[in-house]
């Protein structure tokens, strides 16, 4: 069964769980209240999506001002999401591991690349009350500017 869908701006998202990369579980649905900031990214190991949560891990702080939880997610298992995570220096931005049932998350938002097996490189940005207020799917080899996720939340 196919579950993709289009997710378009005013959207209310698909709740989800999904594991972080210390194998605890992030419910979409348990952050109402606060806007989340999805940042997908094809694959852990790869310089362009290193680069991209390193980005988005040098603005927690920004984030947390704007009452914004940021993640990262992927198609990866998460001891592979974890030692990247600390291979890149990550202490403040979990990251979430689509792995299994393999990007369900990432077809539930209609992201997922059937062809490659994995996620676009897209930020998905949800707002305090469940709906989508922002998204954007990025070429692959292409570093998604911050600038833009942050105009956004200062609206």
């Given at each position: 069964m196919d579950n993709t869908r289009?997710?378009?701006v005013g959207d209310i998202a698909p709740d989800f769980v999904l594991?972080?990369?210390h194998n605890h579980e992030f419910r979409l649905g348990e952050q109402k209240g606060k806007r989340v900031l999805l940042s997908f990214h094809p694959l852990a190991w790869t310089p362009v999506c290193g680069e991209q949560m390193k980005d988005i891990e040098s603005q927690a702080a920004v984030f947390a001002g704007l009452n914004t939880?940021?993640?990262g997610l992927s198609v990866d298992s998460v001891p592979s999401k974890h030692a990247w995570a600390k291979s890149i220096g990550l202490k403040k931005t979990p990251l979430l591991?689509?792995?299994w049932p393999?990007?369900?998350v990432a077809h539930a938002l209609g992201l997922f690349r059937e062809e490659d097996g994995f996620s676009e490189r897209a930020n998905v940005l949800?707002?305090?009350h469940g709906r989508v207020a922002f998204i954007k799917i990025y070429p692959i080899?292409?570093?998604p500017a911050l600038e833009e996720i942050l105009a956004v939340l200062k609206g």
């Open positions: 289009t997710l378009k594991k972080d990369h939880m940021a993640v591991s689509d792995f393999h990007g369900q949800i707002d305090e080899p292409e570093r």
